[in-house]
């Protein structure tokens, strides 16, 4: 019974699929020598069946990241801290209401700026059609808030 048990355990450790993912030798080499191991501890304790011993070589598995969940007062601190640290506005005149042009004093340049830099912290571009009228921080979280799908 062990060596049955020895020669399927070794059958399942080359053919398995989770030694090709493997995209480094020493990696594989790792897990055949826990193959090994495990097969020189099975003549010890009770064999197990082949399920138990599938489970023991693990599968590879992917884990994908996720944006944390974004909500209209988060984009504000966002988007008014961005606006902060661009040095042609100044950080006494800054609210959500202020308009670039006539209370901070920008130009088109320093508006096509700010709105790169906004398209940079939230990874989305914004055409230009739309960008022409984002011309208040209120203006752009409301802008970012559709484009997220947030609805408060």
Same mark, same amino acid.
């Given at each position: 019974?062990?060596?049955? &048990?020895?020669?399927?355990? /070794?059958? @399942?450790?080359?053919?398995?699929? !989770?030694?090709? #993912?493997?995209?480094?030798?020493? +990696?594989?080499?790792?897990?055949?020598?826990?193959?090994?191991?495990?097969?020189?501890?099975?003549?010890?304790?009770?064999?197990?069946? &082949?399920?138990?011993?599938? /489970?023991? @070589?693990?599968?590879?598995?992917? !884990?994908?990241? #996720?944006?944390?969940?974004?909500? +209209?007062?988060?984009?504000?601190?966002?988007?008014?801290?961005?606006?902060?640290?661009?040095?042609?506005?100044?950080?006494?005149?800054?609210?959500?209401?202020?308009?670039?042009?006539?209370?901070?004093?920008?130009? !088109?340049?320093?508006?096509?700026?700010?709105?790169?830099?906004?398209?940079?912290?939230?990874?989305?571009?914004?055409?230009?059609?739309?960008?022409?009228?984002?011309?208040?921080?209120?203006?752009?979280?409301?802008?970012?808030?559709?484009?997220?799908?947030?609805?408060?």
């Amino acid at each position: 019974m062990a060596s049955l &048990l020895a020669k399927s355990f /070794r059958a @399942v450790c080359r053919n398995s699929s !989770s030694l090709r #993912s493997f995209s480094t030798r020493p +990696l594989a080499v790792t897990l055949v020598n826990r193959c090994s191991d495990i097969l020189q501890n099975s003549s010890q304790s009770k064999p197990g069946s &082949l399920i138990d011993i599938q /489970r023991l @070589v693990s599968p590879q598995q992917r !884990s994908y990241s #996720s944006k944390p969940p974004l909500t +209209l007062q988060l984009i504000g601190e966002r988007v008014l801290l961005v606006l902060k640290l661009y040095d042609k506005i100044s950080p006494e005149k800054l609210t959500l209401n202020s308009h670039f042009i006539n209370d901070l004093g920008l130009d !088109s340049l320093d508006h096509v700026e700010v709105i790169m830099a906004m398209e940079d912290e939230f990874g989305f571009e914004i055409p230009d059609a739309d960008a022409e009228k984002l011309l208040r921080p209120a203006d752009i979280v409301r802008y970012v808030g559709d484009k997220e799908d947030i609805y408060e």
